[in-house]
């Protein structure tokens, strides 16, 4: 049974482009949940928060709909910098976990000029 | 900007071996984490640490590891007999609360041969 399902990817986009990830989760209990961003042998970096209003960070669009348990990213107006691994990743606290991070496999973005 | 801080880099040890790996989370955090992640695969969480004591361990983190903070800074991580499948990168992280973003050291390459 996978906890956070990512799709597989990769994805080879052009500069410019607009590109979505998907990602559902299991626990229905699950608390809080984050996109982060890896870098080839790098550690995770935090890129948002997804909160069930939806949020925005320039060219960043999270959203989340905890009745389908789905969240996802959008990235509009794709840079070369965006290429990295996109990390889907749910957080468990209470009823005894202390902010347990569940990762998702990540989906591998690369950008082309 | 504060950062945690992981030591080594990297890690090549012979099978049979103990290894430290040492964390110096950020100085106003209060849980600590360790995670790994093997080559090709995604960030597992090993445990979590709050209060000096253990919260919660995932079935990973069997009686060959342990932690201890040891002093006010220092987080370690040891692997007492190492096998050749606990090679890859450890990575340390803390937060402020349980529920808040986690950040991440930039992680130990271990390599048991």
């Known amino acids: 049974r996978k906890e956070v399902e990512q799709d597989p990817g990769p994805f080879n986009v052009p500069e410019g482009a607009t590109v979505a990830f998907n990602c559902t989760y299991s626990?229905?209990?699950?608390?809080?949940f984050f996109w982060y961003r890896q870098d080839c042998r790098k550690e995770p970096k935090l890129l948002m928060s997804?909160?069930?209003?939806?949020n925005e960070d320039g060219r960043f669009t999270a959203q989340l709909n905890r009745a389908s348990q789905y969240i996802s990213l959008l990235i509009r107006d794709s840079k070369l910098s965006d290429s990295a691994t996109y990390l889907c990743?749910?957080?468990?606290w209470g009823g005894g976990s202390q902010g347990n991070l569940i990762f998702g496999k990540g989906t591998k973005l690369s950008v082309k000029p | 900007e504060p950062e945690v801080t992981q030591t080594p880099s990297h890690q090549v040890t012979q099978m049979g071996q103990e290894v430290i790996l040492r964390c110096v989370p950020i100085?106003?955090?209060?849980?600590f984490y360790w995670y790994r992640q093997i080559l090709g695969q995604k960030v597992e969480f090993l445990v979590s640490?709050?209060?000096?004591?253990?919260?919660?361990k995932s079935e990973i983190f069997d009686d060959q590891f342990s932690v201890e903070r040891p002093d006010g800074s220092n987080f370690t991580l040891k692997i007492r007999s190492t096998k050749l499948e606990d090679s890859a990168m450890y990575f340390c992280?803390?937060?402020?609360?349980?529920?808040?973003?986690?950040?991440f050291g930039q992680g130990t390459r271990l390599t048991v041969v």
């Open positions: 992280a803390s937060r402020t609360t349980p529920n808040t973003e986690a950040f």
């Open positions: 997804v909160y069930s209003s939806g």
């Open positions: 640490f709050y209060n000096n004591e253990i919260s919660e």
């Open positions: 990743v749910v957080n468990m």
């Open positions: 626990n229905s209990a699950s608390q809080s």
């Open positions: 100085s106003n955090h209060l849980y």
